[in-house]
């Protein structure tokens, strides 16, 4: 049997320059591998800023838009509250001119009822009907207004009516007031005080009569036009209408029936225009005269002229105008009728 031996090669020795370029392979790997962690750590933190970048400008907008949600849901329930008081505010101010509507129709109202109930008792008394008690009222002021004065009383009474029209309050009833008052000073007049043109306020009397008739006519017409006052005004007068309807078929002249509500209404009169400094001033110390002359006045429409007096709304406008004239007569030229009738 024969063995054969296999043949062996010889180990192949390395060259310097393979050698080298297997661990310049390595470095250069190395170097790669390297170069690559170097990115990817670059490319991982850049990634994370991004991320932190996105997820900080996220929050940033959640938190503008979580601002702006509050602010509009602030807004929005300001805007309800204040639409709330806004129609709060309209309520109420539509409640108080309700209510103060009301409050003039209700006094207008008692005004037209103590009125037409003063007629009604007049035309009972007089066994007429209330029509013709409305017609004879009516008739009496053009009656009065039909009297002819001297043209200085005239030119007085037309200041007078001027100044009422402007006031807003019923010309005819107040000039008739006016002549009662002018007629009697006419009749004769008592000189008590020196008054305002005497004493150098005023150059005549016409101009003072135009001074004094706005503020004695804007004083009358903050009572008989105002609502708060107009009724209780009204109420007033109603004695006087019923003592004078009482006294016109009584067959003799009943001055206890009226004498007392003269007084009254006179005081209560005259009070209206004292709150004028002007008044105060030309009246001097002859207040008392000056009521005792207004008082005495109304007595003697009662007994000539009647009819005028037969409704309160109507007598309180007409004794309004009497004390209008004799109130301008005494302070400007210091004179009031005398007292004989």
């Not at 310049?24 to 994370?48: F, H, P, R, S």
């Not at 838009?65 to 329930?77: G, M, P, R, V």
């Not at 804007?218 to 008989?224: E, N």
Request: with cysteine.
């Amino acid at each position: 049997m024969t063995f054969k031996l296999p043949k062996l090669k010889a180990p192949k020795t390395p060259t310097v320059g393979s050698w080298w370029d297997d661990v310049v392979d390595g470095l250069t790997d190395a170097e790669k591998a390297a170069e690559k962690a170097a990115t990817d750590a670059a490319n991982a933190a850049a990634k994370a800023a991004t991320d932190a970048a996105n997820a900080a400008a996220k929050a940033a907008q959640d938190a503008l838009d979580e601002a702006a949600k509050l602010a509009q849901e602030a807004a929005d329930e300001a805007a309800r509250l204040a639409k709330e008081a806004a129609d709060a505010a309209e309520k109420a101010a539509k409640d108080a001119a309700d209510a103060i509507e009301k409050a003039a129709n209700d006094a207008a109202q008692a005004v037209t009822d103590i009125t037409n109930a003063s007629i009604a008792s007049a035309a009972a008394v007089l066994d007429m009907t209330v029509e013709a008690v409305t017609d004879g009222v009516n008739d009496a002021i053009k009656d009065i207004n039909e009297t002819v004065l001297e043209p200085v009383a005239q030119a007085s009474v037309d200041a007078l009516g001027a100044a009422a029209a402007a006031a807003s309050l019923a010309v005819d009833e107040f000039e008739a007031g006016c002549v009662v008052a002018a007629v009697a000073i006419e009749a004769g007049a008592v000189k008590v005080e020196e008054g305002l043109v005497a004493i150098g306020e005023y150059l005549e009397s016409h101009a003072c009569n135009i001074a004094l008739g706005g503020l004695i006519t804007g004083a009358f017409a903050g009572m008989l036009n105002n609502p708060a006052t107009e009724a209780e005004t009204t109420a007033m007068f109603a004695p006087l209408s019923a003592a004078t309807a009482a006294t016109m078929v009584a067959s003799a002249v009943e001055e206890i029936a009226y004498r007392a509500v003269s007084a009254t209404i006179a005081s209560a009169m005259v009070e209206v225009v004292w709150v004028i400094p002007e008044v105060r001033k030309g009246v001097g110390h002859s207040k008392d005269a000056l009521v005792a002359s207004v008082a005495f006045l109304i007595q003697c429409m009662v007994q000539t002229t009647p009819w005028a007096l037969l409704s309160p709304q109507t007598a309180s406008v007409a004794v309004a105008g009497l004390v209008g004239y004799v109130v301008s007569s005494l302070v400007c030229d210091g004179t009031l009728p005398g007292m004989e009738s």
